[in-house]
């Protein structure tokens, strides 16, 4: 048999040459040394080891101001590299062409993309337009909201009012209608779809002094000096809309509350709009557009009577009870009179 030479091997053999008695103190002795090691190993540390101030980063010495300096000057310029700001001449190069490049594409693609987007639609009318809602319906005056409050014999509290009704009618004063539109007599649409899509279309005239007693021309203060205000409805535009098909739109007005009585004494110039204003072309065409008004005074107001007013629309193919819009096809707002 060969001998091993391996440690193991070595150990067997001295362990068969010796006595019994010699093999188990040789034993004993070798069991000790593990115990001692596994106890070395388990030893608690050190004082030393346990004062943490000697791990901790000391701190780095303090820069004087001219350090910085002289820091900064060559992170600017670094004479010994050739750099100038952390970059040497060809990398400064390369990534400026690469933005130069970059945002010239951006800059490409942007413009084409407004290109196509110009060359496609019409400045006149809408490119696609597959449902047109029903209008809904503005008042005027509108400054605190749709609430109208105030004293008949405090002139401050009404004069705001009539200074609002002075501006939204400056645009109807006859010189200026008889000026820019032309007079129309027939009670059906105005239809000039036969010209040119860029080419201007007329409007037809709606004279400041056809609202009577609500046009401020007889009574500059539109009634609220004497309790009686006076209210403008308006349909809103929209292009190429044909309201009523073929009828005119009524326009109604009432109190929501039916315990609170009031009456109307009239509108002016009629309760309804009249269809030789439509179809409306837009802004591009129909430049002297005047949309026609309905105007409302309310008479027999009783003093210190809050009044909560809701007018309509009414016609074929309008909405005017919409629970989702309440401005679709009718207008709500509150009357406030003091004496």
Request: aromatic share 12%; charged share 25%.
């Amino acid at each position: 048999m060969e001998p091993s030479s391996t440690e193991g091997g070595a150990e067997e053999t001295l362990l068969k040459n010796h006595p019994p008695s010699l093999v188990m103190i040789l034993k004993h002795g070798q069991e000790l040394e593990e115990e001692q090691e596994e106890l070395a190993e388990h030893q608690p540390l050190e004082q030393e080891d346990l004062n943490f101030e000697r791990w901790k980063r000391r701190p780095l010495p303090k820069r004087t101001l001219h350090q910085k300096i002289d820091d900064v000057k060559t992170y600017l310029w670094n004479a010994e590299t050739n750099e100038f700001m952390g970059r040497s001449g060809k990398s400064w190069s390369l990534i400026l062409l690469f933005y130069a490049a970059l945002y010239t594409f951006l800059a490409a693609m942007f413009g084409g993309c407004m290109f196509c987007l110009m060359w496609s639609i019409s400045p006149y009318h809408p490119t696609y337009n597959d449902r047109v809602m029903p209008p809904g319906m503005t008042m005027a005056p509108h400054l605190e909201g749709h609430e109208i409050a105030f004293n008949a014999s405090d002139r401050k509290s009404w004069k705001k009012y009539a200074r609002s009704m002075d501006d939204y009618l400056r645009s109807y004063n006859d010189g200026v209608q008889d000026r820019k539109n032309i007079r129309c007599t027939q009670d059906r649409y105005f239809m000039q779809d036969d010209l040119e899509e860029s080419g201007e279309r007329k409007a037809c005239q709606f004279k400041r002094s056809w609202l009577g007693d609500c046009s401020g021309l007889q009574d500059p203060h539109y009634g609220y000096s004497q309790g009686r205000p006076c209210i403008l409805l308006r349909m809103n535009r929209i292009l190429g809309y044909l309201p009523g098909q073929g009828k005119p739109i009524n326009v109604t007005c009432g109190v929501k509350d039916p315990l609170k009585l009031w009456e109307i004494s009239n509108f002016f110039p009629k309760s309804f709009f009249e269809l030789k204003y439509y179809p409306y072309y837009g802004k591009q065409r129909h430049v002297n557009y005047s949309s026609p008004v309905v105007a409302v005074r309310f008479a027999g107001l009783q003093y210190g009577t809050h009044l909560q007013i809701s007018c309509k629309l009414n016609g074929k193919g309008i909405i005017n009870d919409s629970p989702t819009d309440r401005y679709l096809g009718s207008v709500t707002f509150s009357i406030d009179v003091g004496a």
